[in-house]
Every structure is written in structure tokens, then in C-alpha cells.
């Protein structure tokens, strides 16, 4: 991830942060399952980098960090995203109608205090149970690191880089958030 | 009368001139077991490009047909293409996507190839006495392998004309994508691979000349990246279709669209600023038929969207099943500004989180499992549009049809699809085509 604000490993996250930071994920999740799309962009900050990168399987001795000058699912700034929610409002968004039934999993919710006092690196698992059509059932696992910001007092999500553990991406589409 | 009773001559799975395909062709496993054997085990198919393995050594595995084969870099620069199957208990020797290596040596019993294909040695080799085995005669079955431009292709079959006859006055199109510019084109790095369940053909004929669905299926996809305006009006003035041994493109001649597509408006003005060079390249009916509306498919299973960028493999799975492989294509001299935001215009749009893909996807599958109802099935498949409309261009190599709204593409496709099928040797696949650059360079 392209994240400068290092840990700060000195302190632990309090009580309080972390129940904080669970009730921000599972809103997030909630907002998600309930298609409230605008709602999700509202707890983004306007610097928010939402990454997944390509994934290939190597050997060992040749495996790589992928960069954002790489293929990746998702490489998006506000406009991108913004730009996929339009999609979904335009009424003619056919593979959408009828509607896709997702259930955002969000577990082993890890918050980590870095060198800004704003800012909290969380770790998190996201499993996406989609159901879709007549009976078309999909799981998708994702491994996120995220940077969440304090902005006015209230969190936002800055970046996220969500690592699919599917070497071959096994659905046609990847029509929900990660 | 026998219900599974299936057709030994492929072209009645078709009439072309009233412009109907039989739905059992994108179901029947017997029908994809011949497809395996009659085009995937015979013609060229794109293998990679030649930037996503620069160095000695590098390696990229993947299939023709469901022969899984791993492409490497040799210490000349050429590449070689072979099975990825150890010839001792059969075992894959490369589980790996891409990277550089040395050997290949077999999980099972520890046999080591090198990145030529040929048996290098054998663990405790000292349990076979003197005579037991000839290494020399053990290497793996290499594929006959040649390029374009970039592109590295193989088969199987040492009978196949050479490529550049396989591919025919198409390179003459090609060049819009592979040689607009001095420098030729590489892969952005890594790629995206994913599952549709639906037959690959339908992938390579919505590429081959299906603008027709981009107004109704990409309406909301469009809008998105177009500040929430729909398509313009379908108009097919000055637009056509090409189709030349099974290979086609459609094409508009505005310049414009599918760069637009990307959103990205830095990239529009980017090949604004080289269209006069690219026009001194490749002449102006070139220059203008790059970024238009337009989308392309090389026979078998090989697509691309010039100005969109993307490019991509249809591997077949069985006749239910494919697996996409993706990248983003960019010229080499570009500068880096404009290559990253054609990859991110190019990601956004067309891999299976894209605003456009992510429509096209359903249809193929549902286009595909509606045919496991026996009375579906029977049933044909219209592919009618424009049926009247072919023309003789002056400046147009191949078999053209005026307006870019249209079948023929797909029509001439499974024509050709029909003529491999049938095929005994390659003589028998008909050249249906004028050819005006036989034995001459396009560019």
C-alpha cells in the first residue's frame, strides 16, 4: 500500500477506538448490503485511494508487490467512484434489476495507531456472500488494509487496498464493494 | 426421429444466407470436443506479448484449447512454446502464472526441463541403468511459435500455414493497433483473469462486430463515464464491417468514441497531438478508423478494443465455461502520465469490476445456460442484420459491409468456424477472400 503515516508500535489502540472503528466497518457493510451507495461516499474522505491490485500466482523467488501503475481491479480516486455509483442510477443499469442480495461479512478487525494521531491503520478480513439471478450464489474474500482518518471529529475511510484471495477471479463480475 | 442426433457437417449449423446459427453449437459437449480438436489443436492462437517476458529465462504459462503450455524467453530472444505436462507421469512442471527460471522440474519425481522444452535431467538418476532412457528423446512437445508486431503466437499443427497467411490482409487492420507509432506497444504490468460460465464463442463474436449491444447493454455504463450523456444516436454513415479468414473488425471513422469511453480526457488529447504522424504511418483512413467505435476479434479466440485498450484471450473451459484473460495495451513511447490513465480508464471500464464489463458478463451466461431446455435448444438464432449490405471498398482490404451496425463479422465467423470443423487438412479451409497484401508489408 502506498501509505506513509507509519505505525506507531509504542501504544495500543484504546477500547474506545476500536469499538469506534468496528461500528465505522460495520455501517460501511450495512450501507453496502443496502445498496445506500451515496452514503457509503459520504464516509470517504475526497483523497480516498480505493486499490485492488491483479493478483497472479508465483513461485516464491519471483513473487512481487504489485504497484498502482499495475492492472488492478480497483485503482480509484473520489471521481472513479463516483462515476460507478452514476452508473447504478441511471436506470438503465439492466444486470442490476432485479437487484443484486449481497451480505458483507466484515471479521478480525485489527486497529493500529500510527504517527498521526488522526489517523488508525486497520486490518480486516471481508468475506461478500452475493446472491444473484434465479440461484447464482458467489463468495468473495478479501484481505483489506485500510487508513482511516478522523476528519472534524468523525472517521473516514483515506485508503483501502483490498487483496482477493482468488488467484483466478471465479464470478463474471465484481459488482460489490470489497 | 432422435433428439441428440447431431449434424457431421458443421455448416448445417447454420444459414448464413437466411442468416440463423443453431443454438447447440455454443452447448454440446460433442461439439466442443471437435472444436478442441479442429481449431484449438490447428490454428495459431495469441500466446502473450512480447513485453510481459524482456528477459532470458522469463516464462508465461497458459492454454490452447485445454492444452495448458508454458511460453519462455530463450537466450537468442526467440521464444519457444511447449506442453506443461512432465512426460514421465504427466504432471504439470509449472505451476506458476509467469516469472523467470531456470529449469521446470516435476513436483512427482523430481525430472528438471529447461526453459527449451528438453529433459535436462533426471533426480537420482543413478536408479536407471545405462539404456533405460534416451533424454534426448523425452523434451516436451514444442509448438510451432512466430510473431507480429508484439504479439507471439503458436500451434500445435505442423501443417498450418505460415502466420502471417493465417492472418492474412488483417495485419493490413492490425497495424492501426500494433504499429501506429515507431516504437510498437507493450502490456501494462500484470493482468486479470476470471470464470464466465458461458461458451467462448460468445465472447468473440460480441468483439467481432457487436456494436449493436453497446447502445442497450453499456446505456448505464456509458453514462457514467460520459458525465451521465447516453450514446449518440446509432448512425452507421461511414462505418463498416471487415472480415478476412474469420478474423473481423467494426469500425467507426470518427477518431473519437471508444477514447472517449475511458474518461480521460488528457489520453483524447494525447492522440489528438500524434494523429497527424500516425496518418503519415499508416494513412489517413487508418488514422481515423483508431479510436472510433470499434471492436475486434481474431479467430479463434483473441480480442481487443483500439482506443479502450483493453485485450484479451477467450480460453475455453468445455462448452459452458471460459476463462478471460486481460490487459491494458499502450504504445511503448507514450509517456508515463498517459499510459497510467489509460490503464485506469482502460481497468475501469472492461475487466469484471468494469462499468461496462460487468454488463456483459450476465448476458453471455444467460445466452448460454437458457440451452439446457431441449426445446430452447432446437430453436435458431438470428444473425440477419445488414445480410444485404456488402460493398467493394477501394482502400478496405477484406469482405466489407457498409455500416458498422451489423452481423457480418459474426456471420462470416461461424463460417469460418464451419470450414475448420469440416476441414480433414488445411487445403480443404477456403480462403473466402480477396487477399491485396499476399506476400506485402501493410505499413
Known amino acids: 500500500m502506498t501509505n506513509e503515516t507509519k505505525s506507531n508500535t509504542g501504544s495500543v489502540a484504546s477500547l474506545e477506538l476500536i469499538n469506534e472503528v468496528q461500528q465505522f466497518l460495520y455501517r460501511e457493510a450495512r450501507h453496502h448490503d443496502n445498496e445506500e451507495f451515496r452514503d457509503w461516499l459520504d464516509m470517504l474522505t475526497e483523497d480516498i485511494h480505493y486499490w485492488m491490485p491483479y493478483r497472479y500466482q508465483r513461485y516464491r523467488r519471483n513473487e512481487k508487490e504489485p504497484t498502482i501503475m499495475d492492472t488492478a481491479y480497483y485503482n480509484d480516486d473520489m471521481e472513479c467512484l463516483v462515476k460507478r455509483i452514476i452508473r447504478t442510477e441511471t436506470g438503465t443499469c439492466w444486470s442490476e434489476d432485479p437487484a443484486t442480495r449481497s451480505a458483507h461479512v466484515v471479521t478480525n478487525i485489527e486497529v493500529e495507531l500510527t504517527e498521526n494521531p488522526d489517523e488508525f491503520r486497520v486490518y480486516s478480513l471481508v468475506t461478500v456472500h452475493r446472491n444473484i439471478n434465479e440461484d447464482e450464489e458467489h463468495t468473495m474474500l478479501g484481505h483489506r488494509t485500510d487508513l482511516i482518518r478522523r476528519v472534524n471529529g468523525v472517521l473516514k475511510l483515506a485508503k483501502r487496498k483490498i487483496i482477493l484471495d482468488q488467484n483466478i477471479f471465479k464470478n463474471k463480475s465484481l459488482n460489490v464493494y470489497l | ?443
Not at chain 2, 460433442?30 to 495469441?46: D, M, N, P, R, T
Request: hydrophobic share 35%; net charge negative.
Open chain 2, 1 to 443: 426421429m432422435s433428439n441428440k442426433k447431431l449434424e457431421s457437417d458443421y455448416s448445417r449449423y447454420m444459414d448464413l444466407k437466411e442468416g440463423w446459427v443453431d443454438r447447440r453449437i455454443f452447448w454440446e459437449q460433442e461439439i466442443y470436443e471437435q472444436e478442441l480438436e479442429q481449431i484449438f489443436a490447428k490454428a495459431w492462437q495469441f500466446i502473450a506479448h512480447d513485453s510481459m517476458m524482456p528477459n532470458t529465462n522469463d516464462f508465461y504459462t497458459t492454454y490452447m484449447g485445454e492444452d495448458g503450455v508454458i511460453a519462455a524467453r530463450q537466450k537468442d530472444g526467440s521464444v519457444k512454446v511447449f506442453l506443461n505436462s512432465c512426460t514421465h507421469r504427466g504432471n504439470k512442471i509449472c505451476y506458476a502464472d509467469d516469472g523467470n527460471t531456470r529449469n521446470f522440474t516435476c513436483n512427482y519425481h523430481g525430472w528438471a526441463f529447461g526453459t527449451d522444452g528438453e529433459l535436462k535431467g533426471l533426480s537420482n538418476e543413478h536408479v536407471y541403468d545405462e539404456g533405460d532412457i534416451d533424454k534426448s528423446k523425452w523434451g516436451l512437445q514444442q509448438a510451432r511459435v512466430d510473431s507480429y508486431k508484439g504479439l507471439i503466437f503458436a500451434t500445435f499443427d505442423e501443417e498450418a500455414p505460415s502466420l502471417e497467411e493465417f492472418l492474412g490482409d488483417f495485419r493490413w487492420y492490425l497495424d492501426i493497433m500494433l504499429d501506429q507509432d515507431e516504437g510498437g506497444t507493450e502490456f501494462i504490468g500484470g493482468g486479470i483473469k476470471n470464470y464466465v460460465n458461458a461458451n467462448w464463442k460468445f465472447g468473440v463474436e460480441n468483439f467481432i462486430g457487436d456494436a449493436y449491444h453497446a447502445l442497450w447493454t453499456h446505456d448505464s455504463g456509458f453514462k457514467a463515464m460520459n458525465n451521465n450523456e447516453g450514446f449518440p444516436p446509432a448512425d452507421p454513415t461511414d462505418s463498416y464491417h471487415a472480415s478476412m479468414n474469420g478474423h473481423g473488425w467494426e469500425f467507426g471513422t470518427d477518431g473519437l468514441a471508444d477514447i472517449a469511453i475511458l474518461g480521460q480526457p488528457k489520453v483524447l488529447e494525447y492522440y489528438e497531438k500524434i494523429r497527424p504522424k500516425m496518418a503519415e504511418r499508416l494513412g489517413e483512413m487508418r488514422s481515423k478508423i483508431f479510436g472510433s467505435l470499434a471492436s475486434v476479434s481474431l479467430f479463434p479466440n483473441c480480442s481487443f478494443l483500439p482506443g479502450i485498450q483493453t485485450f484479451r484471450v477467450w480460453l475455453p473451459r468445455g462448452p459452458r465455461k471460459f476463462e478471460m484473460r486481460m490487459w491494458t495495451i499502450v504504445n511503448k513511447n507514450m509517456p508515463d502520465e498517459i499510459k497510467q490513465a489509460i490503464n485506469i480508464g482502460c481497468m475501469q471500464t472492461f475487466n469484471p469490476a468494469g462499468v461496462l464489463e460487468m454488463d456483459d458478463g450476465e448476458n453471455w451466461e444467460g445466452n448460454t445456460t437458457v440451452n439446457k431446455g431441449v426445446v430452447t435448444r432446437k430453436g435458431k438464432l438470428h444473425y440477419g442484420c445488414g445480410i444485404n449490405r456488402r460493398i467493394e471498398h477501394e482502400e478496405l482490404p477484406g469482405i466489407v459491409y457498409a455500416g458498422q451496425f451489423n452481423d457480418a463479422n459474426q456471420r462470416l465467423f461461424y463460417e469460418r468456424w464451419a470450414d475448420m470443423m469440416n476441414a480433414n487438412k488445411w487445403d480443404d479451409v477456403p480462403t473466402r477472400y480477396t487477399p491485396r497484401y499476399a506476400g506485402k508489408k501493410t505499413v
